[in-house]
């Protein structure tokens, strides 16, 4: 198997039909397969192969699905980095992975020229029209190498800040389940169009985004980054069925003053983070459109669990774990909590990935016997659906109470002045640990406001006692709020 079969098997079914489009640029399946083909014989020109690792530094543009099928087909490996990489993070990346050759978009040439100085990979830049002209000159690989399910596709990089990085090997068998299966659950066809909206380098932009459109023979319309006008005037002007996003993109919807209906969404699905019930009934209140939430991460190709449209979504649930997946909530000695109590999510099934690249140590410690150990916190009702609620590590311990950030933001994010929020601990010569909230305001409100509003709904040690505003959150490429970034 490859994942790169699931092209070449849509353009003999769909090769006239659109499947990647960027305002007026437009790519149909048979022109995909084409160019990824041609992009496989530069590749082999160059003595790649399969086994050797390929990065790709490109942002949400149609080159990346013509680049990112060129390296599987060939069975190379996928590294796929942020195009906003500093010089030091791509030398890191590059240099631990042992890239063959770096692929980036002419935009980042100097950073990744700079970023490649030192290591053994070569660079080659991507200028669109160019890029073309010179394909056209390569002779096209038509064989897609056959794959074992357990070889590698693609190593993603894990976004910690300390140590040295983890790259995460997810298979053919991996990404290909995982596209599968949101494809059926979404019930993606031909006549779908998919919001590119989620960054294609990231795990779930290109499993539930890319991956999913190829295999179901949808199309999938790209933005080159999340800007809400931008997105909404994409989704009306290209008729967009599904959209999927971070809880950030849909917070950054809701307040737009362009948005209003919006029942032309026949799938909105959040992951990547919590969503703020207050934003879910939103939606279903306002653009009649309801928000189906799901949970996983790079680790875990990244689904694993999902609520289900219609009267099987639990709002505030990440619902339960999707086909051929086993997931459970344990203590600290791995045995499995009594229903409702809070543990630690594990994950077992076939999306679980093959390891962290050169890192066995690593690998035994996430995955034990079959189960990968998340890190996020967790609880599962008499009914079967998983409740998220929050990561061990931003787990607040105040002069002996347990403080779960998440619990205290839900609150903030029901006072209408807030847009955005982040509840941390920061160090207490007493306490340990005191509850501060950083928030973004949508209108002026005072810390003494917020302060009491926590206060008069959650128990007397949870409340924020320090209240601090900044104009926006710092933010992932992939719209989490980076609370490592706030003081802590």
């Known amino acids: ?31 995909l397969e084409e160019l990824s083909a041609r992009v496989a014989g530069l590749l082999r020109c160059r003595g790649i192969g399969a086994g050797d690792r390929v990065a790709i530094m490109l942002p949400n543009v149609p080159e990346f699905g013509v680049v990112y099928y060129g390296v599987l087909r060939i069975g190379a490996v996928v590294v796929p980095l942020d195009p906003l990489l500093k010089r030091r993070e791509i030398a890191a990346y590059l240099g631990d992975c042992g890239a063959r050759l770096l692929i980036a978009w002419h935009a980042c040439a100097e950073t990744a020229e700079a970023g490649s100085a030192g290591t053994r990979t070569d660079c080659f830049f991507v200028v669109p029209e160019e890029f073309r002209r ?39 068998a991996n990404l290909g389940g995982n596209a599968s299966t949101v494809a059926r659950m979404h019930a993606l066809g031909v006549d779908d169009v998919v ?29 080159r980054r999340f800007e809400p006008g931008r997105a909404l005037e994409v989704i009306r002007r290209d008729g967009v069925t599904v959209f999927q996003g971070v809880p950030t993109m849909f917070i950054a919807l809701l307040d737009h003053p362009g948005a209003s209906d919006m029942s032309m969404l026949r799938v909105c699905a959040s992951g990547g983070a919590a969503l703020p019930l207050d934003v879910l009934r939103a939606y279903e209140d306002r653009f009649g459109c309801s928000i189906i939430e799901g949970y996983g991460l790079s680790e875990t190709s990244p689904v694993s669990a999902t609520n289900r449209g219609g009267h099987h979504r639990r709002p505030g649930s990440i619902g339960w774990p999707i086909r051929d997946v086993e997931m459970k909530v344990v203590d600290e000695d791995g045995r499995e909590t009594p229903t409702g109590e809070i543990g630690e999510i594990v994950v077992r099934g076939p999306n679980v990935m093959k390891g962290y690249w050169n890192d066995p140590a690593a690998t035994a410690e996430a995955v034990r016997d079959g189960w990968f150990h998340t890190g996020d916190l967790g609880r599962v009702d008499e009914d079967g659906y998983f409740f998220l609620v929050d990561r061990r590590r931003d787990v607040i311990i105040r002069g002996g109470y347990t403080v779960y950030p998440r619990e205290v933001e839900e609150v903030l994010y029901e006072h209408p002045a807030v847009r955005q929020a982040a509840v941390i601990g920061v160090p207490h010569a007493e306490l340990g640990e005191e509850i501060a909230a950083v928030v973004a305001v949508r209108t002026p409100v005072s810390g003494d406001e917020l302060r009491d509003f926590v206060r008069e709904r959650v128990a007397a040690y949870k409340y924020p006692r320090r209240v601090s505003f900044v104009e926006e959150l710092p933010m992932s490429p992939t719209g989490k709020i980076l609370k490592r970034a706030l003081t802590r």
């Open 195 to 223: 919001l590119g909206a989620l960054p294609l380098y990231h795990t779930f932009g290109q499993t539930c985004s890319l991956n999913a459109t190829v295999h179901a023979g949808a199309r999938l319309t790209l933005l």
């Open 134 to 172: 010179l394909l056209r000159g390569v002779p096209a690989e038509r064989e897609v190498v056959s794959m074992e399910p357990g070889d590698t596709a693609v190593i993603h990089y894990t976004s910690g800040t300390t140590g040295r990085p983890k790259g995460i090997e997810l298979t053919h």
């Open 1 to 31: 198997m490859n994942l790169a079969d699931r092209l070449q098997g849509a353009a003999e079914r769909l090769g006239g039909r659109a499947v990647l489009t960027l305002d007026a640029a437009e790519l149909t399946y048979g022109t």
